[in-house]
């Protein structure tokens, strides 16, 4: 027994099975994502692969379905499957799929839009629903590479079971009455193939009985009832993590609009009188040391090597670091320094006078690229900082560490709903000249722009912290990272 599947998705409810962990912890949240423009409502990349490999595995379920080796290089929607879609994603979880169905007397529904009792308009889409004699599985695809999810969760002294497969266990059960006529136990199972934790298992399962899914039709209700009241509860925690509302919602919003209030701290020498300064050097200015450079047409920009060297003194990575606005490569050279495996490309290549680092390059659109990595260090041209933020969040499974301009904090509305963890202050204000500046010899000094590295860390839903990182400063943390030669980093490339 099989749903046919439908080609265009029916809109989503605001109470459906997606956003039953939020409703539940922040009803307010129903009437603030009413209230999203549709300009703030932007599909990311990775959301986009995961509709398509959802899509992959129904043609790959079908009976006169494709090859997995077909999908390689098919267009669903607007994401092309890669081979590494099929075999660290698709590949396993068909197997774990077929494996059931192949038991005698099975019958499923697959992608089965199914409605919730007691609450009128809310609906969700169950991806699997599959009987074998008298216990039913409702399984979830997670297709995403980010943090985990479970079937069940600990929560202090209890286990907390995932609101999403409750839901859809409880409108199935209402829907599918004669599906579910005789059952006597509900598997609710995840399956995510990829998460940031490396060791993680693919399959995350619970058993519930029908008094379980009781009483969360009740509680559900409620939250629901609450999130239609005049006032109802907001509270920020890890279930806004895909909250629509997010950019105009006052939990996060509060924070970011005080950011531009905060008293940072002073560095020593702004403290000291008058009379105790340190007098500070003049620097000539030449034809490259005044803020009058031709803009480089491809916006490439070149930071002092104490940026990304003072970085990593401070900010603790673990992993790869990956820049894919290398440039001549100097975040490359202080990862390198600090131990760090590390991976480095550029739309364009730039040769430099280290012919190390020059091997290490590689030339790639950085948009176009959909391997994951653990850590994500650049100088990104500063006018597509914030799709440029958006993608490397969706590969990096640890942190994302970009330069940006710090006087545009203010009007930076993008950063809303962002994981941004820390930003740190860069001073002496460092020049960054164009590329072709460098090259052609000119001087570098007499930056007129003051910048900073925006730290995003996945998971992280609090308030950013704001530091200074000073050029000279003695380092407060320096990252544990294992020995690492070039000799060894030239090995690592090889096996690729």
Not at 259 to 274: G, K
Not at 348 to 354: C, W
Request: net charge negative; with cysteine.
């Amino acid at each position: 027994m099989k749903a046919s599947l439908a080609h265009e998705a029916p809109a989503h409810s605001p109470f459906g099975g997606s956003v039953a962990a939020r409703v539940l912890r922040c009803p307010a949240s129903v009437g603030l994502v009413e209230r999203v423009p549709a300009h703030l409502r932007r599909s990311s990349a990775y959301a986009e692969r995961g509709c398509a490999l959802h899509s992959a595995l129904a043609l790959l379920l079908d009976d006169n379905g494709p090859s997995l080796e077909s999908l390689v290089g098919r267009t669903i929607g607007d994401y092309a499957i890669t081979d590494g879609d099929v075999e660290n994603s698709l590949r396993p979880v068909f197997t774990h799929i077929t494996a059931l169905l192949d038991a005698p007397g099975t019958e499923f529904y697959l992608e089965r839009r199914v409605g919730f009792p007691t609450i009128p308009g809310a609906y969700g889409t169950a991806d699997l629903l599959i009987r074998i004699g008298n216990t039913i599985h409702v399984v979830d695809l997670k297709f995403g590479a980010g943090v985990r999810v479970t079937a069940l969760t600990p929560d202090g002294d209890e286990d907390v079971i995932n609101a999403q497969l409750l839901f859809y266990a409880a409108a199935a059960r209402h829907s599918l009455r004669e599906f579910f006529a005789g059952v006597e136990t509900v598997v609710l199972t995840i399956l995510q193939p990829m998460s940031i934790e490396a060791d993680a298992e693919m399959v995350s399962s619970v058993e519930v009985g029908h008094a379980e899914l009781d009483g969360f039709i009740a509680i559900y209700r409620a939250a629901c009832e609450e999130a239609l009241s005049e006032f109802p509860r907001l509270a920020r925690g890890d279930w806004c993590r895909f909250c629509a509302a997010r950019p105009i919602c006052p939990a996060h919003t509060g924070p970011l609009l005080d950011l531009a209030q905060t008293a940072v701290p002073t560095p020593a020498n702004e403290s000291a009188t008058p009379k105790e300064r340190k007098p500070v050097p003049r620097i000539s200015i030449s034809k490259w040391g005044s803020q009058v450079w031709d803009r480089h047409e491809d916006d490439w920009y070149v930071e002092p090597e104490w940026c990304s060297r003072r970085l990593f003194e401070e900010e603790i990575f673990a992993g790869e670091i990956w820049d894919p606005a290398a440039g001549l490569g100097r975040v490359v050279r202080s990862a390198l320094d600090m131990g760090f495996p590390v991976r480095a490309s550029d739309i364009v290549f730039r040769q430099s006078t280290d012919d190390y680092l020059d091997e290490l390059k590689f030339q790639t659109d950085f948009f176009s690229c959909d391997k994951p990595t653990e850590n994500i260090v650049a100088n990104p041209p500063f006018g597509i900082v914030p799709p440029f933020a958006e993608h490397a969040l969706n590969l990096a499974a640890r942190k994302v560490a970009l330069v940006f301009p710090t006087a545009r904090l203010n009007a930076a509305h993008w950063l809303v709903g962002m994981p941004l963890r820390r930003i740190w202050l860069m001073t002496p204000r460092p020049s960054m000249p164009p590329g072709h500046a460098l090259a052609a010899g000119g001087k570098v000094g007499g930056g007129k722009t003051d910048y900073c590295w925006l730290i995003f860390e996945q998971g992280w839903t609090g308030t950013a912290d704001v530091a200074w990182l000073g050029r000279d400063a003695p380092s407060a943390s320096v990252p544990t990272a294992p020995a690492r030669t070039e000799s060894s980093v030239r090995a690592a490339l090889a096996s690729r």
